[in-house]
């Protein structure tokens, strides 16, 4: 056969494929219309927009990262936030992992208070919560609902948010400003990413791992109501109904964590973040001065920042000033005018009294060493290490 009898039959035969695939292909190509996200899978992409900040820069993702375990990707003790973002908040930003097991606030039985969403459980639900960075000055700054409605409708998954609360959803303010926090804890509670379980302390417990000797002493030391005593607030075991351990009962207590010069607010003497009592329905509760959540420790090694003002960088200064708050208080907080140290700085005096000074590891006395030496700090810090989620995978 000639060449170009062949190249025109190749020709034909080509033209024969395209016409197949056009007309026998998908016989009805597109007419069922893509299943609706889940409401967790729009909170998720609505979590990762900076689209609804006002400064247009700003996620909840900027302040809870998924590689700092959900808490703030840098070593600032406070988040900057607001339109311009020159507006330093006031508080360290919290993890969020297994935060959706948390409950609202109560106080129990015997009268102590748990649960609250914030350092000062004043949030009864995440989808309450959510609605707090979105308006509030020092985050998200919208100066209102409606112009953070405004927001979703031009935001790339705008056809998304109709799709699963109907198609008029963005004419009802209200309604579409609850639907966007419903989504956005939709998202914290369900997603794999934010309930793992992944560490390989999950592994031990499951008996498919072992702890290194100086794991397993850190765990020791964690556990033993004379030495560490951390799991009388972080649990390490698992729940009598076998749930594993989230390292936080959700209690509050009162640590006396020194003051933070870096937060702007305490520049201010007569300023105080004064925990539970800040809130207007505990202000006669003066005996809750002063105190914080306990945070859970899993992914604690991700963190960059500790305590609810920030005020420490690394787990050992933070465990260091845990043991040697009473014996070395001049390690820990400034000196008076007098040359007198300034103990409990952060906290006036006449609450001083409302420092928990009677549990390990908090009961020692000035002269008496830490109840926890160097080594053994090192060993509890191997041990927390364990706690970090994706070991499984790894
Ligand atoms: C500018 C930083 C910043 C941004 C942006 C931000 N947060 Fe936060 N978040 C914080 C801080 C700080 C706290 C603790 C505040 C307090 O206790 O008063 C917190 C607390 C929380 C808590 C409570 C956790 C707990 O342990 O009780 C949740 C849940 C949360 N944020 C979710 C979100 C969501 C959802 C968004 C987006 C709509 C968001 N955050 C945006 C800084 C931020
Ligand atoms: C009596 C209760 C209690 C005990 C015992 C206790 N903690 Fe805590 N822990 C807390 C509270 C409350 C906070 C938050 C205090 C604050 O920010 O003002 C905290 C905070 C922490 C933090 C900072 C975490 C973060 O994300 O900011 C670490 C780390 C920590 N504890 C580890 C330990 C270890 C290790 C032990 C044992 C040596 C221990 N804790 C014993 C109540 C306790």
Redesign the pocket.
Known sequence: MPLSRRLALIGLLILVCLLGIRFLGPTHPRTAPPAPLTEGALGKL??HDPG??ASGK???A???AETAGHA?PNTLA????GADLLNQ????????RY?AT?TAFQFDAEGKASG????????DS?AE??AS??LGA???ANPDKASVVGKIATAAWAADFKAVYGKDILSDTDRAFDKLTQA?QAF?RDDIAFNGFSSKYDSVLAGKAELSAQEARGLALFNDSTKGNCAACHPSEKSADGKPPLFTDFSYDNLGVPRNPEIAANHDPTYFDLGLCARPDLKAREDLCGAF?V?SLRNVTLRQVYF?NGRYRSLKEALNFYVQRDTHPERWYPRKADGSVNKFDDLPAKWHANVNRKEVPYDRQPGQSPGLDEREIDDLIAFLATLEDGWDAR
Not at 78 to 81: I, T
Not at 89 to 96: E, H, K, N, V, Y
């Open positions: 609505a979590f609804l900040s700003q996620s909840c900027s302040c809870h703030a406070v988040q900057p936030g908040g006031l508080r360290a930003s919290q993890p969020l935060i948390n609250g969403f914030f350092w000062d459980g004043r949030a995440l919560q959510a960075p979105l020092r985050e998200m956005l914290q959540r945070p609810h």
